[in-house]
């Protein structure tokens, strides 16, 4: 998957994604943790005034990319061997969480956003782009039927996921626009772009 990532993503990105990361980076501030950060696609489009970057990404094949990418843009950051679930940061020690197209494949995404909601700071917020649920019935229901082998084509990815409903169940408030992920297939199109933040915990399970 990680030889793959970038070649298959381009379209998407020249079509406006890269735009839409630089429109949503531009927020970052603080230390900033960024999960599943994959090949590195944000590093080019996070703000210089960032006071420190944590780049979590458990696959070594995605590490070894996301490494030289931060090499060559020159950027400081550390590379942390973790899952969204299982971040190894104290409590109420970030600034600002990114996730940009990586609830979709975490394998709890509850678990992963009750961890963010414990290591941001009390005024942190999480800034994310994510593909979700189609909106339209029609789409929706081409999503559903495709789950499973779009699944196992795109490294775990789960193209009907209802990740804004799951924030909220997770105790965060967004602010939200909808948007579309042109340049891909339309199962991953609808997507939502905004930022939360932690307005109550939701009892651990």
Known sequence: ???LYDPFLWWGEAAGMRRR???VLVGARGRVLEIGAGTG???AHYPDGVDDLILAEPEPGMRRRLARRLERHGRAARIVD???ERLPLPDASVDTVVATLVLCTVADPERAL???ARVLRPDGRVLFIEHVR???RRLATWQDALVRPWRAFAGGCVCNRTTLETMRACGFTAETDDAA???MPGIVRPLVVGRARVSSHAPAR
């Open 1 to 3: 998957m990680a030889l």
């Open 21 to 23: 990361r630089r429109a």
């Open 41 to 43: 696609l944000n590093v």
């Open 82 to 84: 973790a899952p969204a």
């Open 114 to 116: 009750r961890e963010i």
């Open 134 to 136: 189609a909106r339209s």
């Open 181 to 183: 992920w042109r340049g």
